[in-house]
């Protein structure tokens, strides 16, 4: 006896195809996995007989090229989708004040510590790249829509990719109002 599911996963049949081509199920058991629903099984030579049919052939033939247009038509949309999230995401306006290192470095120190509730950070022990990246970490989060733009990301397709996207537009825009933070 083979299950529906089995039926669908690995023979192809759909829903309709099996209420065409085999009918009622020969015979149901309890789920062991859901106990309110019942495994319909077909028999196994019953199953055979359909599979060479001329009619099941032609059907089987019809729903794999039905199911090719539909795969072509969603990647079709889903390119679509990604070239729209792009294209929003390289007309969000992203520009930053023009500021000297010393004046933009007391304002990460600043926010850093207020970020992180910290009273005292010895600041004198940090690597010059690490004060760099809270610079930009500070830029890239009080001075963008940075959160609000994740977030309207959030779900669509493409999404892995817009983060990458905006993230090297804020950098580019970083770059160019503070050359020393290239």
């Known amino acids: 006896m083979i299950t529906k599911t089995a039926l669908k996963t690995e023979y192809g049949f759909t829903d309709k195809a099996i209420e065409k081509f085999l009918g009622n199920a020969d015979a149901t058991k309890p789920n062991p996995h859901y106990k309110k629903m019942q495994m319909y099984l077909f028999a196994e030579e019953r199953i055979e007989r359909v599979l060479e049919l001329h009619e099941f052939q032609e059907w089987k033939t019809k729903e794999a090229s039905r199911r090719e247009r539909l795969s072509i038509k969603a990647k079709a949309r889903a390119d679509q989708k990604r070239a729209e999230l792009f294209a929003y995401i390289d007309s969000i306006p992203i520009a930053f004040a023009p500021s000297d290192y010393d004046a933009l470095l007391k304002k990460a120190k600043k926010n850093y510590e207020r970020h992180h509730d910290i009273y005292y950070v010895d600041w004198k022990s940090w690597p010059a790249e690490d004060l760099d990246r809270i610079m930009c970490n500070m830029l890239r989060h009080q001075y963008t829509n940075y959160e609000y733009e994740l977030d309207q990301m959030f779900g669509k397709i493409g999404k892995a990719e817009g983060y ?15 050359p020393f933070l290239a």
């Open 164 to 178: 990458f996207r905006l993230n090297d537009r804020i950098e580019e825009e970083i770059e160019k109002a503070y």
